[in-house]
């Protein structure tokens, strides 16, 4: 079983193949929102790497955000469309999830962000658990103010990562108990990506592409600055 995973939730492109044997090869780039110039490319030169044709793949997998819109969109539909012309089935998970995992073996009670612009970033807890990892809270955003809070809160040894928590990096450096892991894992990859949906496709859980939707968690920009201006 072979898995293509597609991440465009963030300002870097990522793709994986992999299966049972592991991850086989893997791309990263980051230039700027060219999501939909480098995707494409991006497929085919991780194909060409880890030695198999893109007929070969058996599941698509995709990162169902939350993050930028416009990647969201260019991400998500080229899986659908990747597997509908496949012919395969699909799973989605979230970016969150893809920040968390790196540093799943952690004791400390992970914190996962991702920017989210406007002054907020995307947040979740999760804790390392027998095989992996767990989710305490649900997706969220806010303010990296409300963040610490809650971190504060929590009375516990936190680990934050994510190009989040690096974003508001003087709202959390003074805080104790906390520290911010470095640029290295500031983003989601393809590779996680491909390691978390593995488990999933030996058990069958699968999405058809038609019933994969993203997760958005707020209003795109434009939509809601016509709501302010019609407000």
Partial sequence: MLILGIDTATPQVSVAVGGHEGVLASTQSARGRQHTEILAPSIEFTCRQARIELAEVSVVAVDLGPGLFTGLRVGIAAAKAMAHALRVP???????????????????????????????????????????????TDYQVGTADDLASEIMASGEEC???????????????????????????????????????????????FVQPWELAPLYLRKPDAEANWSTRNG
């Fill in 90 to 136: 699909m799973i989605g998970v979230t970016s969150l999830d893809l920040v968390a995992f790196p540093v799943r073996f952690t004791p400390r009670l992970i914190v996962a962000t991702i920017d989210a612009r406007r002054g907020e970033l995307f947040h979740a807890f999760y804790r390392q658990v027998p095989g992996g990892m767990q989710r305490l």
């Fill in 159 to 205: 680990l934050l990562v994510g190009d989040g928590a690096l974003r508001y990096r003087e709202v959390f450096e003074g805080m104790a108990r906390v520290e911010l892991v470095d640029e290295g894992l500031a983003y989601p990859s393809a590779t996680s990506l491909v390691q978390l949906a593995h488990p999933r496709a030996l058990r069958e859980d």
